[in-house]
Each structure stands twice: as C-alpha cells, then as structure tokens.
C-alpha cells in the first residue's frame, strides 16, 4: 500500500541551526501538507502547498519557515533558525484531489532542538 | 482557538462493549469531519469521515455520528477490540482557497482492557 514517507525519523539539533525535514509524498497525490504537533498537545496546521505553490499558511509559519518541491518526488520544510520551541514531532500529508477531506500522513519526523 | 474539542482526555472501555468517543466543533463553516487513530511514534491514520450533508456514517465496527444543530460528533466502535487502544482525534476540515487544512482536536486516548 503506498504510504507517505519521512526523513529523517529523529533530528537533534543546536538552537540556531537551520533543520530540512523530507517528505515523499504517495506518488498521484496532488496536495501537500506540513503539521506539528508539540508533546502533549494537539496537531497543528502548518502550511499546505498545491501547484507548486503555498496555498495556506499557519501563524506559526513565519518567515524562519519555508517548503519546496524541489523535484517530482520530495516535499521539503525548512527551518532557518531553530529556536527551543520548535521541539516537536512534525508530519507531512498528502491528498489526492478526490474532495473527501482524508489526509494521509507519514511517521513524522522527531525534531528536538538543544 | 479551540474550534473542535474532545473533552475527555481518556476512556477505558472493556474488550467487547461499546466505545464512545465525543467531539464538539463551533465553525459552522466545517464540512467535512474525520476522525484519526494514531498509536505512539506513528503518524496519525485515517479511520472514517462523514460529510456535513449526512448524519451518520458506517465502516464495520465504527460509526461515525453527527449533530449539526448541537455541533456535535461522536464515533462509537462496536465491539471494542484491545487494538483499538491508541489516541483518537477528531479533525474538521474548512474548505478555504482550496487548501481544505484540517483543524484537529487535542485526542482522546482509548484504552481497551481485555
């Protein structure tokens, strides 16, 4: 079954650094997406990406984040400088165009700033 | 902002008898609600949706409920299996722009004694 994939799993980093979490989402999905959720707390909406284009973007995403697609396949957020408070554990979705509202998602990858 | 809410942090239901699980949204703008099973270190998985023009809807031994009047959503599972036990969340989706990003709850997290 195709499933979304996520890379790395577990990233620590020095605050300061900049972090790229990778993401290839299922091949024919035409809607891309990147969601944080911080421990114990809920899922939030970061920034979704149609057409090679942010379509929405979150409070949370400030000018420190950033997405691409830099080729067919892989699916990219960046953050320039990690501060303490973008610990969390950060998912990439993808959909189809089939208007059904389902999101699948990947593992996540942890991310963990010192 | 707290526009979907599941006010039970937890349940704890016996293998085989029903478990009930409650969201309440407050965006009349939502329309599409799903609900997602996500277990520790995965991402969280599909599980059923139901669109704002119906009231309920079926997949097995999960039902999906809505009351649009009240605001309100509830997924029952039907019987109760120990695999079931993981954290539930309610999402709604608000199709805006296109981006149709889903607004999730904070979870509930289901545990199924055998």
């Known amino acids: 079954e195709p499933e979304v994939t996520q890379t790395p799993s577990h990233q620590v980093t020095q605050m300061g650094q900049e972090v790229i979490l990778r993401c290839v989402p299922i091949?024919?999905?035409?809607?891309f997406y990147w969601y944080r959720q911080i421990l114990g707390q809920k899922v939030e909406f970061l920034v979704s990406?149609?057409?090679?284009?942010?379509?929405?973007k979150s409070e949370i995403f400030d000018d420190q984040f950033s997405v691409e697609r830099p080729d067919g396949s892989n699916f990219t957020l960046k953050i320039r400088s990690t501060k303490l408070e973008d610990s969390a554990m950060y998912f990439c979705?993808?959909?189809?165009?089939?208007?059904?509202?389902?999101?699948?998602f990947g593992e996540g990858s942890r991310l963990t700033v010192l | 902002d707290q526009q979907v809410k599941q006010n039970s942090p937890s349940l704890s239901v016996q293998e085989g008898r029903i478990s009930i699980l409650n969201c309440d949204y407050t965006?009349?703008?939502?329309?599409?609600f799903l609900w997602y099973k996500k277990y520790p270190a995965e991402g969280p998985t599909f599980l059923i949706s139901?669109?704002?023009?119906?009231d309920k809807n079926e997949d097995g031994r999960f039902t999906v409920f809505l009351n649009k009047s009240a605001k309100h959503l509830s997924l029952h599972i039907v019987p109760s299996q120990p695999g079931d036990s993981a954290v539930y969340f309610c999402?709604?989706?608000?199709?805006?722009?296109?981006?149709?990003?889903?607004?999730f709850g904070k979870g509930t997290k289901l545990t199924v004694n055998p």
């Open positions: 990406f149609y057409n090679n284009e942010i379509s929405e």
């Open positions: 139901i669109s704002s023009i119906k």
């Open positions: 965006n009349s703008m939502f329309d599409y």
């Open positions: 979705a993808s959909r189809t165009s089939m208007n059904t509202g389902e999101l699948f």
């Open positions: 999402a709604a989706r608000r199709a805006q722009g296109g981006s149709e990003k889903l607004v």
């Open positions: 091949s024919n999905h035409l809607y």
